[in-house]
C-alpha cells in the first residue's frame, strides 16, 4: 500500500489509511450528522449544510495526521530507504544525542600554486594522492634560457680577473709616482709632472675599489637570475600529499594560473561556528580540549583535539564565533567529512545512545584502533 504522510495508528497492522478511506470515513461522518439533524433539530439550511460537510472532511484529515507519529521518534521499524530519506534527510539523526554543532574537516595545510610568470611545462615529476616532501621539485616550466643566463652570471660573480687587473694597475701607479717624486727632489722634474703621477694613482686605487664593487653587483644579478630561474620551477611548501595536477606537458599558462594542490591532512583542521554565548560561558582559549564526533563510512567514534585558536571577533548574524579545532589523524581520514563538535566532555551515557563502543573513544583519528 502507498505510504501518505505520517503512519495512522488505527490498525494494529501498521498500514497507512489512504485516501479512498478517508473520504470513506468523511462521508459516514457527514451521513451521521444528517441524519441527527432529520431526526430531532429540524433540517438544516443547504449553506449550513455545505459548511458542515467540509468541516466533517476537514475532521477526518486531521484525525489521519494526529494520529501519524515520526518514525524516528517512535522507533517504528519496518520503514523503506524513501521514508526514512523523509524524516532524517541528512542522515544525521543519530548524532543528536551529542549535541554538537556540525561542522567537516578540512586540511591543516592547503597549497594551490602557479608559476610566477608565463610559460609552457616541460616536466610533471608528481601525480595526485602522492607523498611529497619540503623542497622537492613537482612541476617545471621552461627555464632553458634562464638556466643559461644564470650560469653566465655565474661566471662573472665568481670571476676575480677584474678586480686582479685593477689592483696591478694601481699598484704601476704607485711606482711611477714614487719614481717621479725621487727625480722631483733631485730637480729633474717639473711639479706637473709629479702631481699628474700622484692623481694617477690615487684614480688607479679608485678603479680597484671600482671593480670589487662591480663583483659584488654580479654577486647580486646572480641571486636575482636564480630567483627567476625558480620562478618556472614549483616546489612543494611542506610535507604533504598532491591532491592535484591540474596542467599538461606541453601545456602554455599564465602567470598565477592553478598548476598543482598540496595538503597536509595529518593533523586535521576544523572551523567551529560556537554559539557565542557558549564560548564565553565556557571561557573557551587556546590549548582547551574539544571532543569530535566523527561520521567516517568505516566507522564512526569520537575523537578528543585541542583548540587552536578562538575567533576575537563574533557573528552578529548568527550570533557565533569561530573556533578552530586541531585533531591528530595518524589513519589519513580524508578533509571534508562530517563532525559534530562539543566543548564539554561526553559522558558515558552519551555514548551508549551513540551505539559507541569504549574502543571507538580516543585522543586521535588513531582512536579507534
Same mark, same amino acid.
Given at each position: 500500500?502507498?505510504?501518505?504522510?505520517?503512519?495512522?495508528?488505527?490498525?494494529?497492522?501498521?498500514?497507512?489509511?489512504?485516501?479512498?478511506?478517508?473520504?470513506?470515513?468523511?462521508?459516514?461522518?457527514?451521513?451521521?450528522?444528517?441524519?441527527?439533524?432529520?431526526?430531532?433539530?429540524?433540517?438544516?439550511?443547504?449553506?449550513?449544510?455545505?459548511?458542515?460537510?467540509?468541516?466533517?472532511?476537514?475532521?477526518?484529515?486531521?484525525?489521519?495526521?494526529?494520529?501519524?507519529?515520526?518514525?524516528?521518534?517512535?522507533?517504528?521499524?519496518?520503514?523503506?530507504?524513501?521514508?526514512?530519506?523523509?524524516?532524517?534527510?541528512?542522515?544525521?539523526?543519530?548524532?543528536?544525542?551529542?549535541?554538537?554543532?556540525?561542522?567537516?574537516?578540512?586540511?591543516?595545510?592547503?597549497?594551490?600554486?602557479?608559476?610566477?610568470?608565463?610559460?609552457?611545462?616541460?616536466?610533471?615529476?608528481?601525480?595526485?594522492?602522492?607523498?611529497?616532501?619540503?623542497?622537492?621539485?613537482?612541476?617545471?616550466?621552461?627555464?632553458?634560457?634562464?638556466?643559461?643566463?644564470?650560469?653566465?652570471?655565474?661566471?662573472?660573480?665568481?670571476?676575480?680577473?677584474?678586480?686582479?687587473?685593477?689592483?696591478?694597475?694601481?699598484?704601476?701607479?704607485?711606482? #711611477? $709616482?714614487?719614481?717621479?717624486?725621487?727625480?722631483?727632489?733631485?730637480?729633474?722634474?717639473?711639479? $706637473?709632472?709629479?702631481?699628474?703621477?700622484?692623481?694617477?694613482?690615487?684614480?688607479?686605487?679608485?678603479?680597484?675599489?671600482?671593480?670589487?664593487?662591480?663583483?659584488?653587483?654580479?654577486?647580486?644579478?646572480?641571486?636575482?637570475? #636564480?630567483?627567476?630561474?625558480?620562478?618556472?620551477?614549483?616546489?612543494?611548501? $611542506?610535507?604533504?600529499?598532491?591532491?592535484?595536477?591540474?596542467?599538461?606537458?606541453?601545456?602554455?599558462?599564465?602567470?598565477?594560473?592553478?598548476?598543482?594542490?598540496?595538503?597536509?591532512?595529518?593533523?586535521?583542521?576544523?572551523?567551529?561556528?560556537?554559539?557565542?554565548?557558549?564560548?564565553?560561558?565556557?571561557?573557551?582559549?587556546?590549548?582547551?580540549?574539544?571532543?569530535?564526533?566523527?561520521?567516517?563510512?568505516?566507522?564512526?567514534?569520537?575523537?578528543?583535539?585541542?583548540?587552536?585558536?578562538?575567533?576575537?571577533?563574533?557573528?552578529?548574524?548568527?550570533?557565533?564565533?569561530?573556533?578552530?579545532?586541531?585533531?591528530?589523524?595518524?589513519?589519513?581520514?580524508?578533509?571534508?567529512?562530517?563532525?559534530?563538535?562539543? $566543548?564539554?566532555?561526553?559522558?558515558?551515557?552519551?555514548?551508549?545512545?551513540?551505539?559507541?563502543?569504549?574502543?571507538?573513544?580516543?585522543?586521535?583519528?588513531?582512536?579507534?584502533?
Amino acid at each position: 500500500m502507498a505510504p501518505c504522510w505520517g503512519r495512522h495508528e488505527s490498525h494494529r497492522s501498521g498500514t497507512c489509511a489512504t485516501g479512498l478511506e478517508r473520504e470513506r470515513g468523511g462521508a459516514r461522518m457527514i451521513g451521521m450528522m444528517r441524519t441527527q439533524t432529520a431526526s430531532g433539530r429540524g433540517v438544516r439550511a443547504p449553506g449550513v449544510r455545505r459548511w458542515s460537510a467540509v468541516a466533517a472532511g476537514a475532521m477526518a484529515l486531521a484525525a489521519c495526521g494526529l494520529a501519524a507519529m515520526s518514525p524516528i521518534a517512535s522507533g517504528q521499524p519496518g520503514l523503506g530507504s524513501d521514508e526514512r530519506a523523509r524524516f532524517d534527510p541528512d542522515g544525521s539523526a543519530w548524532a543528536r544525542p551529542f549535541e554538537g554543532v556540525q561542522t567537516f574537516t578540512k586540511p591543516s595545510r592547503d597549497s594551490v600554486m602557479g608559476f610566477n610568470a608565463p610559460t609552457s611545462v616541460v616536466e610533471i615529476l608528481v601525480r595526485g594522492g602522492e607523498l611529497v616532501s619540503q623542497g622537492q621539485l613537482l612541476i617545471r616550466g621552461n627555464d632553458a634560457e634562464q638556466i643559461a643566463i644564470v650560469k653566465q652570471t655565474r661566471l662573472r660573480a665568481e670571476s676575480a680577473l677584474q678586480v686582479e687587473r685593477a689592483q696591478k694597475a694601481a699598484d704601476l701607479t704607485v711606482v #711611477e $709616482f714614487e719614481s717621479t717624486l725621487e727625480a722631483f727632489d733631485r730637480g729633474g722634474g717639473s711639479q $706637473f709632472e709629479l702631481d699628474r703621477s700622484r692623481l694617477s694613482m690615487e684614480t688607479a686605487r679608485i678603479d680597484v675599489e671600482s671593480a670589487k664593487l662591480n663583483q659584488d653587483l654580479e654577486r647580486v644579478r646572480l641571486e636575482q637570475a #636564480e630567483a627567476l630561474l625558480e620562478q618556472l620551477r614549483i616546489v612543494a611548501p $611542506f610535507d604533504g600529499i598532491v591532491e592535484e595536477v591540474g596542467v599538461e606537458l606541453g601545456r602554455s599558462i599564465d602567470r598565477a594560473q592553478p598548476a598543482v594542490r598540496v595538503v597536509s591532512i595529518d593533523p586535521l583542521w576544523i572551523d567551529v561556528p560556537a554559539p557565542a554565548a557558549d564560548t564565553i560561558r565556557l571561557g573557551l582559549s587556546a590549548g582547551d580540549s574539544a571532543w569530535v564526533l566523527v561520521d567516517s563510512p568505516e566507522r564512526r567514534g569520537v575523537l578528543e583535539g585541542r583548540i587552536i585558536e578562538v575567533s576575537p571577533v563574533a557573528d552578529y548574524a548568527s550570533r557565533s564565533r569561530r573556533v578552530r579545532v586541531e585533531v591528530e589523524n595518524p589513519e589519513g581520514l580524508p578533509p571534508g567529512l562530517r563532525v559534530w563538535v562539543r $566543548f564539554t566532555e561526553p559522558s558515558g551515557d552519551m555514548h551508549s545512545a551513540l551505539g559507541l563502543a569504549d574502543r571507538e573513544v580516543g585522543s586521535g583519528a588513531g582512536g579507534g584502533r
